[in-house]
């Protein structure tokens, strides 16, 4: 039972470069989230699923695009990548709307 | 704008002395407060509080929710090096089980 799981832990891009983050969790949990964690912003919400097949937006979706094909994997698009999108990545995943929301170990990226 | 605001940023304190860890908060739909440490990865659960005035306690580590004043704190006793963590509350607040979270606080434990 590996819990939430992230690919990759690290990535550098250039500037309108893309790429795809993966996440997937082995709990059968409903919900899965996309954070973004900044020096002195906290954790914010880009992007959420409540069930497979499901996505809407968070808090900061500007840049970002999401896809819930399976029910075990979020995957968190950058189509063209901004120095802006320097940050850490977390998915997270819960069984309901109201349950504890469980962190994958995170990506870091760094967009040059 | 639902907002999370946590007290002190950071602290640092020697090692058996008891922290408590404030957390205030206004959001709209209040559904539950948690609490997450953050260490050098995934923050981890902690605490999950709903009702006013009932403490969660795990070890060392307790907490209680005041929801007529908005706040939560964080108490950890007999505080250890591996304590040194930044703690991160959150509201709930149901809409999708979004979770709003505060900037967190930076606790170092020395010896």
């Known amino acids: 039972n590996a819990g939430v799981t992230q690919t990759p832990k690290f990535r550098v891009l250039k500037t309108g470069q893309s790429m795809t983050l993966l996440c997937a969790q082995d709990m059968n949990h409903e919900y899965m989230y996309w954070y973004r964690q900044d020096p002195g912003m906290g954790l914010r919400l880009i992007h959420y699923s409540v069930g497979e097949g499901t996505t809407a937006k968070g808090e900061v979706p500007d840049g970002y695009n999401v896809s819930r094909l399976k029910k075990q994997n979020f995957l968190l698009g950058l189509e063209s990548a901004a120095p802006s999108q320097t940050s850490v990545y977390f998915c997270?995943?819960?069984?309901?709307?109201?349950?504890?929301?469980?962190f994958g170990p995170g990506t870091r990226l760094l967009v040059l | 704008e639902d907002k999370v605001v946590q007290s002190p940023l950071s602290l640092v304190v020697h090692e058996g002395d008891t922290v408590t860890l404030n957390c205030s908060y206004e959001v709209t739909n209040f559904r539950s407060l948690l609490w997450y440490k953050q260490e050098k990865k995934a923050p981890t659960f902690l605490f999950m509080l709903t009702s006013s005035g009932i403490e969660k306690k795990s070890g060392r580590l307790s907490s209680i929710l005041d929801k007529k004043e908005l706040f939560s704190i964080l108490n950890i006793t007999a505080t250890q090096t591996g304590d040194s963590a930044v703690y991160l509350c959150a509201v709930n607040t149901g809409t999708a089980s979004k979770l709003t979270f505060g900037t967190g606080t930076r606790l170092q434990v020395t010896l």
């Open positions: 997270a995943s819960s069984r309901g709307r109201e349950e504890t929301q469980y």
